[in-house]
């Protein structure tokens, strides 16, 4: 018989060969694309495009400094305390039937939102905001459109986390336009993308960043917060399973904190660490998707998929919470929106490839067949009489539907 230690080792060893496997099978799909200009960058970029998520380099645009600036900032902000936070100022989304509905810029307090359907109880802060704004009482006459809401900084002393994350907010921008400028000459689309960029351009004023700090499954356990006892029945997550209703999306992400044993990290190889997943497009299959220092994800989002007939596709993702205890997981998310008046038919012609206009009403249809039966919330479901309408409209329908925990959110301020 083998000595003890020698079983060991090769337990270890086993283990260590069978997680690597497992990672690499739930992480082999998300590539990494180079943005070069070359007709093979085109050709990988278009094929990523299809799977609906990959990988890009944040620079020229950010650099693994910026990234790492705006997530120290974020985790010092995070750290204040409740009160502290909570007396903050917020914005937030017109009230439905009288209920307070979604924060539209500034601190979402722990447990405030849980998505559409509320099926879950979503275990994180966020922060939102954006480059846009409208005064608070401003009408319809005052030339604002719907959804460009001033953000909402804590003050004073937040200087550098300002400074920071709206850093990261215009590079994040300008890695979407440069994808899109990309994709588009890839697609091949009839004027070049130059209307799709220019909407996107157009549409930051609209476009919006949620920056969210997502503790660790056990973190309800091991703490006494009122809020926890909300959950009730409800599953712990970090993000429910969705799609994005922008044309697309941009994350950049970090962990801080928790430190692993032997034991935890073999577990982690096998079960996963938590952190983002999706499903490839016709797989019920979660698969795992992980960035490199100085990269991003980029996301296709529902108003890309549909434009371009389904040949893009929108993938269901999620966020699982980390697995260490005292591990905490921050990502900034970058939705990149259209121009506030341009409509879901205008980007289905905007990506027209031939000669022939598209029929945007069966475009459309098609749509909404793919949207049928699903459990999440994408752009079109509950929502068809508003294809023809502006996009602002639309999302701000959709964001006042997000579910909130009214008993943990402070009273309004605007």
Request: hydrophobic content about 50%.
């Given at each position: 018989?083998?000595?003890?230690?020698?079983?060991?080792?090769?337990?270890?060893?086993?283990?260590?060969?069978?997680?690597?496997?497992?990672?690499?099978?739930?992480?082999?799909?998300?590539?990494?694309?180079?943005?070069?200009?070359?007709?093979?960058?085109?050709?990988?970029?278009?094929?990523?495009?299809?799977?609906?998520?990959?990988?890009?380099?944040?620079?020229?645009?950010?650099?693994?400094?910026?990234?790492?600036?705006?997530?120290?900032?974020?985790?010092?902000?995070?750290?204040?305390?409740?009160?502290?936070?909570?007396?903050?100022?917020?914005?937030?989304?017109?009230?439905?039937?009288?209920?307070?509905?979604?924060?539209?810029?500034?601190?979402?307090?722990?447990?405030?939102?849980?998505?559409?359907s509320g099926s879950f109880f979503e275990m994180k802060q966020g922060f939102a905001y954006s480059s846009g704004c409208k005064p608070a009482a401003a009408d319809e006459e005052s030339g604002a459109r719907p959804m460009e809401f001033c953000s909402a900084w804590p003050e004073p002393g937040h200087g550098p986390f300002k400074d920071a994350v709206s850093r990261l907010l215009e590079g994040s921008h300008a890695i979407a336009l440069e994808v899109m400028r990309e994709l588009a000459l890839a697609l091949r689309v009839r004027d070049g993308g130059e209307s799709l960029v220019a909407s996107l351009v157009s549409g930051l004023p609209i476009s919006l960043m949620r920056l969210f700090h997502y503790h660790d499954r056990h973190h309800c356990q091991q703490t006494n917060r009122t809020e926890c006892a909300a959950r009730g029945s409800r599953a712990l997550i970090g993000s429910s399973p969705h799609t994005d209703w922008s044309a697309l999306t941009i994350i950049a992400e970090g962990s801080h904190g928790g430190r692993p044993g032997w034991l935890q990290r073999a577990t982690n190889l096998i079960f996963g660490a938590g952190g983002l997943q999706f499903r490839a497009r016709g797989s019920a299959r979660w698969q795992d998707a992980r960035t490199e220092a100085g990269e991003v994800f980029v996301i296709i989002g529902d108003l890309l998929s549909i434009g371009s007939d389904g040949r893009l596709h929108s993938p269901v993702h999620r966020v699982l919470l980390p697995s260490e205890r005292g591990r905490t997981r921050t990502s900034f998310t970058f939705f990149a929106n259209p121009r506030g008046t341009d409509m879901i038919a205008s980007w289905v012609r905007m990506l027209q490839t031939g000669e022939a206009a598209p029929d945007v009403d069966e475009v459309l249809a098609r749509a909404r067949e793919r949207a049928s039966g699903v459990h999440w919330n994408t752009l079109l479901s509950g929502a068809d009489a508003r294809a023809h309408e502006p996009f602002d409209a639309i999302l701000l329908h959709k964001w006042r539907g997000v579910s909130t925990l009214d008993s943990m959110n402070p009273e309004p301020h605007s």
């Open positions: 018989m083998l000595p003890l230690g020698a079983r060991l080792a090769g337990l270890a060893l086993v283990v260590g060969v069978l997680g690597a496997w497992i990672v690499a099978s739930r992480t082999a799909q998300v590539p990494l694309v180079a943005l070069d200009g070359s007709a093979a960058s085109r050709v990988a970029l278009l094929k990523a495009a299809e799977l609906g998520i990959f990988r890009v380099r944040a620079a020229p645009h950010l650099s693994a400094l910026d990234i790492e600036r705006a997530l120290h900032t974020s985790a010092e902000l995070f750290s204040r305390g409740e009160a502290e936070k909570r007396a903050w100022r917020v914005v937030r989304f017109p009230p439905v039937h009288g209920k307070p509905a979604p924060i539209a810029r500034g601190y979402i307090p722990f447990g405030g939102e849980s998505g559409v």
